[in-house]
């Protein structure tokens, strides 16, 4: 059974299966698939919580530190970030020359890229791009779509950013700070930027941990020789 109905429903409620809340205005889901199609990129994601990121870059984290080469796999990571960096700002630079003329999107787009370079841990970024990876990995159906993917990566980098809190909430009497929402398609567009690079790493780091899980498995279940025998004995 389709879990979203591809037509228009005639009794005006959510198109999302087992949702029989009425559809906002003219649209085809209730107003808490709508947000969540416009935040993450779907109707059906569900956001990554803080809890889940920081359990999944412990993890990625500790894989990284144990392996025979860790210092270099980190400077390579890193590279790769400043990679990003180098191509972000050649493309603004063509952008402020007049050299390059791009939609709206595209210069938010290169511009929130530098903003979580300049204001947010490197090692921070990897980790994170790389933790959604493994979560991906670990649980298929927790992405329905690529947006969800990137919009859940931009998401989770947005909120590490110091500008991104600049509104306050005072809804229970106590004003607290709040992140802004980037564009969907500005946020989507993110996403990709630092998942094309980093989140295949990721699906390989999780593969590499179950392997290992696999092998110490069979290395516990391996029937146990006394410590007097010898082959021959035991062949025996």
Known sequence: MALISETIPMNNTCQVAYCNRPTRKYGRY????????????????RPVSKGEMTKAKHRVN???AA???SAALKASL???????????????????DGR???????????????????EVDHWEIVL??????WISAEERPRFPTDNGLWASIARRLHVQTQSAFKRHASKT???????????????????KTFSQVFVPFGWKLYDMGIKAEERGTEARKAPLIALDSTPESTSA
């Open 100 to 118: 390059m003329a791009m939609k709206k999107s595209i210069v938010q787009h290169h511009h929130q890229v530098r903003r979580i370079l300049d």
């Open 78 to 96: 890193l590279e790769a970030l400043h990679a990003i960096r180098a191509d972000g700002a050649d493309v603004e630079a063509q952008i402020k």
């Open 128 to 133: 994170t791009v790389i933790a959604v990876g």
């Open 30 to 45: 209730c107003d808490t698939h709508q947000k969540a199609e416009q935040r993450w990129g779907h109707p059906l994601q």
């Open 62 to 64: 500790t894989m990284i």
């Open 173 to 191: 009497g106590v004003r607290r700070r709040v992140a802004s929402d980037l564009r969907p398609v500005v946020q989507i567009m993110v996403g």
């Open 67 to 69: 392996h025979p080469n």
